[in-house]
């Protein structure tokens, strides 16, 4: 038998064993180029939308630019109309009609806008020792001792009395100052560093350092805290009583940037989730006339469990949906329980320097492509939707016909901890869903890494999934 002839067992294996593959080895150079050139965009995106407020300001100036125009109820619609909602400026949503009518269903992306950050307390701004401080209240999932001795920018808006809206946004460009949250030095950090690693930094030791340098007056007191009044007066016409009426935010400074020799990777703060929103918004900016009516979805709220009016546990969706089904004379449920879901987040990549936590044959990897969750949850699949097997196969079908690099994974192994995503809120309303996204390493860190090719990849599910 020749060499290159292969054998019973080889021929067997391929025909019955499954064969992930990574994504660099099998795609065209064409595709990868294509990859590399749509991330430059998506890193431009997480540049100007660290938090959810100028992630829907950015993306109603790309909706309005595509031909988008706020959904009138009582309007009426043809295939190819382009209409969409905005939340509180936190969150939105977008719809494409399709040419099937609305009693077909619809296809909804939903993935969330918000990130892990540090928010100011309503009474932010102190002095002591002659130092100048914001305190925060830090929101989500985050590993506090990540967020000392690293550069950071403020973000937000400040409301006045009047009504007047201000947006902030300091450290982000070069010329800029940037802030950050002191730590200890080694030298005397003896007793800190027998704490925990979750107390390595406590929540009320994230203080963000703004300032030094007193008011000159021989009288006032606190003249560190009201020279930077006086500077915040004197930049956006504030006083103090106004960091009440603000929603301010503290995020990571840099810059999304390439990681790798081979620039394979994304280095930034904040691709949970605006990675899935980007890919999903994306591929409905793009749809002309889809066949049934697509719904992006943008939420806020999902790093605090999807509660409060913009996250996605609140009705707007639901409403939303019944709206439209109006406007073809039918009711919500019924559009509803034909409707099917990609609940778009990302997952947890393999990272070999941490390997414990995950179990080998069921986590994604980076550069496999996008991941299909089946389920998320943890111990003993609590707090989780998990997608009928019937679901599974359509999505494994449009994948695969799509040419779509995919792979599966759960979130860490049995009992190492979990997650959820917004999956369980959408199949609350009876609707099919399955969780999509894309890998990450270091989630929830203010730097985490993607795949560029995973990127594209779930752009590109999202495209098959909707056209
Ligand atoms: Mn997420
Ligand atoms: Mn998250």
Same mark, same amino acid.
């Given at each position: 038998m020749a060499n290159n002839e292969k054998t019973a067992g080889e021929l067997l294996q391929e025909e019955l064993l499954m064969h992930p593959e990574n994504a660099g080895t099998i795609l065209s150079d064409e595709e990868l180029e294509k990859a590399q050139a749509f991330c430059e965009d998506y890193k431009k995106f997480l540049d100007a939308a660290k938090t959810e407020r100028e992630a829907v300001d950015t993306v109603l100036v790309m909706a309005e630019k595509a031909g988008y125009v706020p959904f009138d109820p009582k309007g009426t619609y043809k295939p190819g109309d382009k209409v969409y909602v905005n939340n509180r400026g936190k969150a939105m949503l977008m719809c494409t009609f399709g040419t099937e009518p609305l009693s077909k269903g619809v296809r909804i992306m939903a993935s969330h806008l918000d990130n892990p950050r540090l928010d100011l307390k309503p009474n932010p701004l102190y002095e002591e020792a002659q130092l100048g401080y914001f305190k925060t209240h830090y929101y @989500? @999932?985050?590993?506090?001792?990540?967020? @000392?001795?690293i550069p950071l920018s403020l973000h937000g808006v400040v409301v006045k009395k009047n009504g007047e809206t201000v947006k902030v946004c300091i450290?982000?460009?070069?010329?800029d100052p940037v802030f950050c949250v002191t730590d200890l030095l080694p030298h005397l950090a003896k007793e800190q560093m027998k704490r925990p690693l979750q107390e390595g930094l406590r929540g009320e030791e994230l203080n963000v350092l703004i300032g030094c340098h007193p008011f000159?007056?021989?009288?006032?007191?606190?003249k560190v805290k009201l020279n930077l009044i006086r500077l915040l007066n004197e930049k956006?016409?504030?006083?103090?009583?106004?960091f009440l009426s603000a929603d301010l935010c503290v995020v990571p400074a840099f810059k999304a940037r390439d990681i790798g020799l081979d620039r394979s990777m994304i280095g930034a703060?904040? +691709?949970?989730d605006r990675v899935c929103a980007y890919t999903s918004l994306l591929a409905e900016l793009e749809?002309?006339?889809?066949?049934h009516t697509t719904v992006l979805a943008l939420a806020d709220k999902e790093e605090t469990g999807?509660?409060?009016?913009?996250?996605?546990?609140? +009705?707007y969706l639901q409403d939303f949906i019944k709206d439209l089904a109006a406007t073809q004379g039918l009711t919500g449920r019924a559009v509803l329980a034909v409707s099917t879901c990609l609940s778009a987040d990302v997952n947890c990549a393999y990272d070999p320097t941490f390997g414990?936590?995950?179990?080998r044959r069921n986590t994604s990897y980076l550069n496999y492509g996008v991941v299909i969750t089946k389920y998320t949850g943890s @111990?003993?699949?609590?707090g989780t939707s998990e997608a009928t097997a019937e679901f599974m196969a359509q999505i494994r079908n449009l994948l695969d016909e799509g040419g779509v690099i995919w792979q599966t994974g759960e979130?860490?192994?049995?009992?190492?901890g979990g997650g959820g995503t917004v999956a369980k809120y959408i199949a609350d309303l009876n609707v099919d869903v399955v969780d999509v996204g894309v890998p990450v390493l270091s989630?929830?860190?203010?730097f985490e890494v993607v795949s560029k090719v995973d990127v594209y990849m779930t752009y590109r599910a999202f495209s098959e999934f909707i056209k």
């Open positions: @989500g @999932g985050l590993k506090k001792y990540q967020w @000392g001795a450290g982000e460009d070069e010329a000159r007056d021989d009288k006032a007191s606190e956006y016409g504030m006083v103090e009583a106004d703060y904040g +691709h949970d749809q002309k006339a889809p066949s999807s509660d409060g009016n913009t996250g996605l546990s609140s +009705h414990d936590v995950c179990e @111990g003993g699949k609590y979130l860490g192994k049995v009992d190492a989630m929830h860190a203010p």
